[in-house]
């Protein structure tokens, strides 16, 4: 899968490099012909996760919250079972040392997300450590990436926030539509980037 564009900070000090993959989202229709199911994908899981990395995701999910409330948006909730596919993925890359996105076309398949009926995804990474704040703006700056964090048709969210031993900061974004939920169709088109109301870069860190 081709990585979107990509943006780079310089911090005071110590150069620092963020880089935003290309956001993804697949929907499957509610009634019609079935199509061939994806390959499961298996991707390791992710180390136990620390108390920081938790606390980072926590944080994300209440500024996407915030940034939905601005706009008359319905709260996403958070999703555990989405949050650990999150979270292996985020592993992963950072085992790997790439920034890019998964098949969340074969995630619809898998058990503990069967009540979905469409994923989208965000994927991020930092050459150093950045707190919450840096990471969200980061998705919401981006056409790409804000079209997921304020789309009307998710409900559903999990965040895994990986901080590797090199000092880089691995971060995914799981929303999720659950199945025969009231909500509009999963938007494509790019939404406004005002109102920005949590363009801070703070919040919690990899400590």
Do not use: K, Y
């Not at 944080?59 to 909730?77: F, I, K, S, T």
């Amino acid at each position: 899968m081709t990585v979107g564009r990509r943006s780079a900070l310089a911090a005071v000090a110590v150069p620092l490099t963020v880089f935003l993959g290309g956001c993804v989202a697949v929907e499957v229709p509610v009634s019609g012909p079935a199509s061939e199911p994806a390959a499961p994908t298996s991707t390791p899981p992710p180390a136990e996760t620390s108390p920081a990395e938790r606390e980072l995701e926590r944080d994300v999910l209440d500024r996407v919250n915030a940034e939905r409330a601005a706009r008359g948006l319905a709260p996403v909730q958070w999703d555990e079972e989405l949050a650990a596919v999150a979270r292996s993925w985020s592993a992963e890359m950072a085992r790997t040392g790439q920034l890019r996105h998964q098949d969340v076309g074969a995630l619809l398949t898998r058990e503990g997300l069967s009540d979905l009926q469409g994923i989208g995804e965000n994927v991020f990474q930092s050459t150093g450590p950045v707190p919450a704040g840096t990471i969200h703006a980061g998705w919401m700056r981006s056409d790409d990436h804000r079209v997921n964090v304020v789309n009307p048709g998710w409900n559903r969210l999990g965040v895994g926030v990986h901080c590797a031993e090199d000092g880089s900061v691995w971060a995914t974004q799981e929303f999720g539509r659950t199945t025969g939920a009231d909500l509009p169709a999963v938007a494509t088109t790019t939404p406004p980037l005002e109102p920005l109301v949590r363009p801070g870069d703070d919040g919690p860190t990899c400590g």
